[in-house]
């Protein structure tokens, strides 16, 4: 399972990525907002960082307009992924963008049909927002399930499955267990697994033990 990160933070960002972990990052505009900095300069600084793929959002929302944003943003560097929502205008920019040779994610998907025109659209990566749904009392990890079914059925389905809204650890271990290809995780989840208290405690006994020796392993 592939690991992105879900911010537009370049700090949080340089972080993550020296731990070796993070496969690429996402970006939407409500986190572009949060950053508080030039759209541009910020993927500048993420694309220079991580080797992965980096999805930048179009904010059109009619076909031609989201083709000429896409197109810019896929010239800004070779690993951007353009954004589109699944709409209409987006699933028609999706195989437009495709076909160029540009990665397309497909966001803000919430159905399984949804997630099968993506697919049909040919493109790279398909978010389903499981935390969203949860939130209106759904269960998001159902439709991760449920697409990956679908797509397993079909040699032609090559859309890689991006969960995303993720919440807490949970999400990405079960999108884990069911096979999802990559999960966007928000920083402060991301770190949070690999936190567990049995581990702090143990640690702490352990240096406890270690300093009544008296011993140290460097000089
Ligand atoms: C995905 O690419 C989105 O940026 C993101 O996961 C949305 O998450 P949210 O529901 O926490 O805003």
Redesign the pocket.
């Known amino acids: 399972m592939k690991f992105f990160v879900?911010t537009a933070d370049i700090e949080e960002i340089r972080d993550l990525a020296a731990t070796g972990l993070l496969d690429g990052v996402?970006?939407?505009p409500?986190?572009v907002a949060k950053a508080g900095r030039d759209f541009f300069d910020v993927l500048a600084d993420i694309c220079a960082c991580v080797e992965g793929p980096v999805?930048a959002e179009v904010t059109a929302i009619e076909f031609e307009s989201m083709i000429e944003e896409g197109r810019k943003l896929a010239a800004l560097a070779n690993n951007i992924a353009v954004k589109v929502p699944l709409t209409w205008d987006g699933l028609k920019a999706c195989r437009l963008l495709t076909q160029e040779g540009t990665k397309v994610n497909v966001?803000l998907c919430f159905s399984l049909s949804q997630a099968v025109l993506a697919a049909k659209v040919g493109a790279t990566f398909v978010?389903p927002?499981v935390?969203?749904l949860d939130d209106i009392s759904h269960d998001g990890m159902d439709l991760i399930a449920d697409i990956k079914k679908i797509y397993d059925n079909y040699e032609s389905f090559t859309t890689e499955i991006l969960v995303?809204?993720?919440?807490h650890p949970g999400h990405v271990v079960e999108a884990a267990r069911l096979g999802a290809d990559i999960c966007?995780v928000?920083p402060v989840v991301l770190r949070k697994l690999a936190s567990h208290p049995l581990t702090d405690r143990g640690l702490e006994q352990f240096l406890e033990d270690w300093r009544s020796t008296g011993q140290k392993i460097l000089n």
């Open positions: 879900d996402t970006t939407n409500s986190l999805s966001t978010s927002f935390g969203r995303a809204s993720i919440r966007t928000p």
